[in-house]
């Protein structure tokens, strides 16, 4: 009996590094941080978001990669969010916004976190207005 509570015992340890193994690769995570800027074609050079840890100078750069089925995200849409995070840059460089994703920095590894979504005031969402519509021309 000892030897069977034994490798009972060396088993549940296992499944329990490895789960954690697991969630802390691919469990979501969320950062607040700021968009400093956006590299990458989405072909030839990789998709990337640069940021800032809001209110710090610490960095932090995401990968922003279509995840497929795994991990369960689904994610086919990184153009999109690239182009999201181009018009977060542009229109409120300052505003700290809630970047959700996946994975953790290991620059030994080379890992980045994968994007997954951003949260972002709609006014930084939205993209640039005309400067001589509506407002300036409504008036006449």
């Known amino acids: 009996m000892r030897t069977k509570h034994k490798i009972m015992t060396g088993l549940g340890v296992i499944l329990v590094i490895s789960l954690t193994l697991v969630w802390m690769r691919w469990g979501p995570d ?4 700021q968009i400093t800027g956006t590299t990458g074609d989405g072909r030839e050079i990789q998709y990337r978001i640069d940021t800032v840890y809001a209110g710090t100078a610490d960095t932090l750069i995401f990968k922003n990669q279509d995840a497929g089925f795994f991990p369960p995200y689904f994610k086919f849409d990184s153009a999109n969010l690239q182009s999201v995070a181009n018009r977060v840059t542009r229109e409120c460089p300052q505003e700290p916004v809630i970047v959700n994703g996946y994975g953790m920095r290991i620059p030994f590894l080379d890992m ?3 994007a997954t979504s951003i949260e972002a005031p709609e006014r ?3 993209a640039p207005s005309d400067p001589g519509s509506s407002e300036t021309n409504g008036a006449s």
Not at 30 to 33: D, H, I, L, N, R
């Open 124 to 126: 930084c969402r939205k």
């Open 30 to 33: 969320s950062w607040e941080v």
């Open 112 to 114: 980045f976190p994968n």
